[in-house]
């Protein structure tokens, strides 16, 4: 055999043993290196992972009726999820969904079925329950949440959302190649949220709601004894149903609640505070009296009454109840003089207004309650009478919300008792796990007796004939009330309009207070609204 003949089989089988070795070290590598990381991915390629979605927990009104329905959604991941968007998922129709699920592949790894909210009552209590948004990026960042979880976003929804939200179960299955479940490994059962009883009481909510027709403004209810919320509305409103992005851009702010969130000066339905502070202070009693002439002259500045400033006339000669009735400016700023700045002040806070009511919803804000002190402070201005003056008939620079206004009408109605607004009643469970916030605390004033009687009876008055609040001159129960024309600096000279009433006078159920934005005067505008409500409550059922 020749040389070259030789080296050529030297080579060939040399060739031979390298290729062998290589694949014995590729066998070693994939069969005891990587065996386990393969049979591993091959054991997942034949498991399915299935979430089920707790059913959220309902809520009911007072009468037992469902302000909710849980529906199942369909959702698929959309991609949208950088560049700092949250709105990761895509709601879809079942059809869809289905058609997805029965494909496979990727798409129906993207797919996911929660449980989503159908708000019966709609806009009408949006404020009240809230909505179902998906989980914000600081959530799903601190492991709080995953991508596309749907949690409470204000209103109930959030407040409770603890209570609410029940726990996700699921199952494990192993499928064959064609995706078939084989059989079940594991399961853990879904807990359902517990369910939510409200004073809310929907029909009285949804006529309020209806009665402001689209103005913006806020009507609340309560029961008068316990402070428990009947009614909560705010306009406009956002359908609680789709959250569209011009909702969050409307001039008109529909996402804001103003029930409990908007500051207004109360204009004249102050003057319940007013009347308080005089008779408490022991400046006015059943004999105080005083001759209005339609205005009141402090050097170069003139106070007027609105009766003198709109119609050129004058009472003559009233006491506090005719004050009341006819809301007479000049009678309550010689109060306010009388009582002095910093007591009225006193009186303000001991209503409740200048702080936070502690209602079970968030967003709610304290209002502002001016001192000689805080204006000298925060504007750099001394206070002069004339401020005192505009603060007593609910001006100035006093700042109240829509609930602390019927807080304070509630004060009257409810022998000078303070009682904290509340919108839950119960849990289904009887709040087992001590999540409740609590019962409404009542504070009693310990107002004269006088101080009531009085009062009261101008509020009976102002809803009687000659009174300010003529849409109730011949309603039935009586009606306590006191009207408010609020100013607030506008260059078109429109005011805010304000109504707080109570009924049946002498043994009152229900406190009902309405705003409307620069809506006009509080007779025209804001006492029909509450006489609708009135109307509903005691003639409608």
């Known amino acids: 055999m020749s040389s070259f003949s030789a080296k050529r089989i030297f080579l060939f089988y040399g060739f031979l043993i390298i290729s062998f070795l290589l694949l014995i070290g590729r066998l070693f590598e994939l069969q005891i290196i990587l065996g386990a990381k393969y049979r591993a991915l091959a054991e997942e390629n034949r498991i399915k992972k299935e979430v089920i979605p707790a059913p959220r927990g309902m809520i009911y009104d007072r009468n037992n009726k469902p302000l909710i329905k849980n529906k199942p959604i369909y959702r698929i991941e959309s991609g949208e999820c950088g ?27 993207r797919l996911r079925i929660d449980v989503g909210r159908d708000y019966v009552y709609g806009r009408a209590l949006a404020h009240v329950l809230g909505y179902l948004g998906e989980a914000s990026e600081e959530e799903v960042k601190s492991g709080q949440r995953e991508l596309g979880d749907l949690v409470g976003r204000t209103g109930i929804e959030e407040e409770y959302e603890e209570i609410l939200q029940g726990q996700d179960g699921g199952a494990i299955y192993e499928i064959d190649t064609l995706g078939n479940r084989v059989r ?34 806020a009507v609340i209810a309560t029961e008068a004894k316990t402070g428990q919320v009947l009614v909560l509305v705010s306009s406009p409103a956002f359908d609680p149903n789709y959250i569209s992005p011009e909702d969050l851009t409307d001039e008109k702010k529909p996402m804001f609640n103003r029930a409990i969130s908007g500051q207004y000066p109360p204009g004249s339905t102050f003057k319940v505070v007013t009347a308080v502070a005089g008779v408490e202070e022991g400046k006015v009693d059943e004999n105080t ?26 009472e003559g000669e009233i006491d506090l109840v005719r004050a009341i009735k006819r809301s007479t400016d000049t009678f309550f700023y010689k109060v306010g003089e009388w009582v002095g700045a910093n007591k009225l002040a006193e009186w303000g806070r001991a209503f409740g207004l200048g702080q936070e009511t502690g209602i079970d919803l968030s967003g709610e804000v304290a209002g502002l309650v001016p001192t000689p002190k805080w204006k000298e402070k925060t504007i750099g201005e001394k206070w002069f009478l004339g401020n005192t003056y505009h603060f007593a008939i609910g001006q100035a620079d006093l700042l109240t919300t829509p609930l602390q206004v019927n807080m304070m009408a509630s004060v009257i109605a409810n022998e000078g008792k303070l009682c904290q607004p509340m919108v839950i009643q119960s849990t289904s469970d009887g709040d087992s796990k001590g999540l409740l916030r609590g019962e409404g605390q009542c504070q009693d004033l310990k107002l004269k007796p006088e101080t009531l009687r009085m009062i009261k009876e101008g509020m009976k008055e102002a809803c009687s004939t000659g009174g300010t609040a003529f ?10 009330c006191k009207t408010g024309t609020a100013e607030f600096g506008d260059l078109e000279g429109r005011t805010h309009a304000w109504l707080t009433a109570f009924a049946p006078a002498d043994d009152p159920e229900i406190v009902v207070t309405a705003l409307v934005e620069k809506g006009g005067e509080g007779a025209y505008v804001a006492a029909p609204i509450v006489k609708e409500v009135m109307e509903e409550w005691f003639h409608g059922r």
């Open 184 to 217: 079940e490994i594991g399961k853990v059962e879904t807990v359902p949220g517990r369910d939510l009883y409200l004073s809310i009481d929907a029909q009285l909510s949804k006529v309020a709601y209806q009665a402001l027709e689209g103005k913006p403004g």
């Open 471 to 480: 849409p109730f001159f011949e309603f039935s129960p009586q009606v306590g």
């Open 289 to 314: 009296t005083y001759e209005d002439v339609g205005f009141i002259q402090i050097g170069e500045y003139i106070y007027k009454n609105w009766y003198y400033n709109q119609y050129g006339r004058t």
């Open 83 to 109: 560049a700092g968007s949250m709105e990761c998922f895509k709601e879809i129709t079942r059809d869809e969904a289905l058609k997805i699920e029965a494909a496979g592949g990727k798409e129906a790894e």
